[in-house]
């Protein structure tokens, strides 16, 4: 009891619950702009790990590829081309159809791919699977599906789930939250993924069932996912590609990266404003509230340079104090905003959202700028009172 | 401790600004273990004489000195010294720190000084228990009647033992009992132990307890009081 005393000297409440208030403004805001940055890193970090191609025209135009059916032929040559270590052909459809496809990092996804290969992204080796187990060769009619498709429908290993005209699924694996696209998606073998792109495209059945081009079910991918060699420079290869395999679209990563950027760039924008604004909105309600109970306190101190506090213990003791009531006032900040940040997401996460990421180093910081701050504030009230005479001091504080 | 002030001067400003001459040119002086009151009407200076000898405030003009040392010419932090060391103080509205409990309080007079805990703990209980208020040590100054506080007001003033005390109306705020035991604690000091003791007030009884009694008018002395009151 005494040492929390003398951590937080009585008469110092309302001083914590104001600085309390300005931290959990500057945690929530930042959880919020870390949310946004963990989804464009992440984003960015996909598009670098592997070079996207998709056949030529336009195709389904869905996901991180934009083209027409990608025959397996052409992934065929894909592979051949130096410095590719290995092609993932891949069926990504979008799960209502009826939707705007306009934002396609937000938009629930069905992705087809073999169950049997190895994830080609450098940045995605494995998705980290929380409940259950990742696909294997030999699944059929099984679903992995992202954290927030999971938590918006309920659905946990062994549910079974419906993605597409009539078909049902059994979940097999959650994947662990990662804050970005396949949060929202649900991977399912490539073959069952070509039966519900057939059973959606009434046109594909028909060229299907003509015997058009020649093609058969193995042409029927939406694009392919290429992994380079270790020491390829993947911008080179993709040019490569390019260049030595007509009739496809292949994204550049380092392109695909730059325009990501460029299409986030609001978004960035409003991180940075959301992070000042933060930062102008706790720090000057946490230095005000500080400053303001020293100078409250004007009288006390005055009292204690009467009774022959020097300049230099007069500081240090209100430095203390003030170290406390802003690392108590900090706590509580982040504790609330905890907890508000918890019971928003909560209700959000009915519709697959989450809207906060608190982060340790956000916490940290939320921390260390509350004493830091703290700090200054208390240093400047005090230089602003030691001025005055113990007398003024006293007379003030009356 | 022997006290001499000479030719203190203090002109405060007023609301519009103009200067408001409070004190002009007043000498002061104690002997080691005398006891002196500083009497005159409201507003003649008698406040801010004490504060000036006190250091609690900058001098216009003049010198204070405690025994062979012109203590108003030293530095900030050497008067911060004599303050905590030389000096006691007894304000008339206490003066309390609210946020500290009674034995806090008293105990505050010590942590400026480096006096061992220990030590200052057992003096500041003998001295509440002396002047009957050691089972209020807990209590917090909210909690107590304007007669306990002034007790632990001067409990702190004197925890040092402190050469010369001030005492700035320290019974004003009080009833004849209460005021009895405060002015009956100052006059012991200057008995048996040797303190000098300055007295602001208005209280004839309290001014004929003193050894001698100043008067002031106007930011003058009209009287330095040269013989024994009693």
Request: proline content about 4%; aromatic content about 6%.
């Amino acid at each position: 009891m005494v040492g929390v005393r003398r951590l937080l000297p009585r008469g110092y409440l309302f001083t914590v619950l104001g600085i309390a208030v300005g931290v959990a403004g500057l945690v929530a805001l930042g959880a919020m702009a870390e949310r946004i940055t963990r989804f464009i890193d992440g984003g960015d970090r996909f598009v670098l790990g592997q070079i996207s191609v998709a056949g030529e025209g336009m195709g389904m135009g869905t996901g991180f590829t934009a083209g027409g059916l990608l025959r397996a032929a052409k992934i065929e040559e894909i592979a051949r081309v130096p410095g590719v270590a290995a092609v993932q052909a891949q069926v990504m459809l979008p799960l209502d159809p009826t939707t705007s496809q306009f934002l396609t990092l937000t938009q629930e996804l069905i992705l087809g791919v073999d169950p049997a290969g190895r994830m080609p992204n450098r940045e995605f080796r494995e998705l980290p699977v929380r409940a259950g187990r990742a696909l294997r060769a030999g699944d059929r009619g099984v679903a992995v599906v992202g954290a927030d498709f999971a938590a918006s429908r309920g659905l946990r290993p062994g549910a079974a789930l419906v993605l597409a005209a009539g078909r049902s699924f059994e979940v097999v694996g959650v994947l662990d939250k990662t804050l970005t696209a396949p949060d929202r998606f649900a991977i399912v073998p490539l073959d069952d993924a070509r039966d519900l792109w057939l059973r959606r495209d009434p046109l594909l059945v028909q060229v299907f069932a003509g015997g058009v081009g020649g093609m058969s079910r193995s042409d029927l991918n939406t694009g392919a996912a290429v992994a380079w060699a270790d020491g390829a420079d993947p911008d080179a290869l993709a040019r490569r590609i390019q260049r030595e395999v007509p009739g496809l679209n292949v994204t550049i990563p380092g392109e695909l990266s730059r325009l990501l950027r460029q299409s986030t760039a609001f978004f960035s924008a409003l991180l940075f404003g959301i992070g000042v604004l933060g930062l102008v909105i706790g720090g000057l309600s946490l230095s005000n509230t500080v400053t303001a109970a020293v100078f409250e306190r004007i009288r006390d101190f005055g009292i204690k340079r009467a009774l022959g506090a020097t300049d230099g213990q007069l500081l240090r003791e209100i430095l203390g104090e003030a170290l406390g009531v802003s690392l108590s006032g900090g706590a509580l900040g982040v504790g609330l905003a905890l907890a508000v940040g918890a019971l928003v997401d909560a209700r959000v996460l009915r519709d697959g959202q989450q809207l906060f990421l608190f982060s340790p180093r956000l916490l940290a910081f939320a921390i260390g700028f509350s004493v830091v701050l703290g700090g200054l504030a208390a240093t400047y009230a005090t230089l602003r009172i030691v001025r005055l005479s113990p007398a003024e001091a006293i007379r003030r504080g009356a | 401790m022997a006290l001499r002030a000479r030719g203190l001067s203090k002109t405060f400003r007023g609301p519009d600004g103009r200067p408001v001459p409070v004190l002009h040119g007043v000498e002061v002086e104690a002997k080691a273990g005398e006891f002196v009151a500083v009497a005159g009407p409201s507003g003649c200076g008698k406040s801010t004489l004490l504060n000036l000898i006190g250091l609690l405030e900058p001098l216009d003009a003049g010198e204070i000195w405690l025994d062979d040392v012109c203590v108003s010419r030293l530095s900030r932090r050497a008067q911060c010294r004599v303050r905590g060391r030389s000096l006691g103080y007894v304000f008339q509205s206490f003066l309390l720190i609210a946020g500290l409990t009674a034995l806090e309080n008293v105990l505050l007079a010590a942590r400026y000084v480096s006096r061992p805990r220990a030590e200052a703990l057992a003096t500041a209980r003998a001295l509440m228990e002396r002047l009957g208020v050691a089972h209020r040590a807990d209590h917090y100054p909210a909690q107590l009647s304007g007669g306990e506080q002034q007790r632990i007001a001067y409990c702190r003033a004197v925890l040092n033992a402190p050469p010369l005390v001030l005492a700035d109306e320290p019974t004003g705020n009080l009833d004849e009992g209460h005021a009895a035991v405060i002015l009956a604690e100052l006059r012991g000091l200057c008995r048996e132990r040797g303190t000098s003791v300055i007295l602001v007030t208005h209280r004839a009884d309290a001014a004929a307890l003193a050894d001698r009694t100043l008067r002031l008018r106007e930011g003058r002395l009209e009287s330095q009081g040269g013989e024994r009151n009693s």
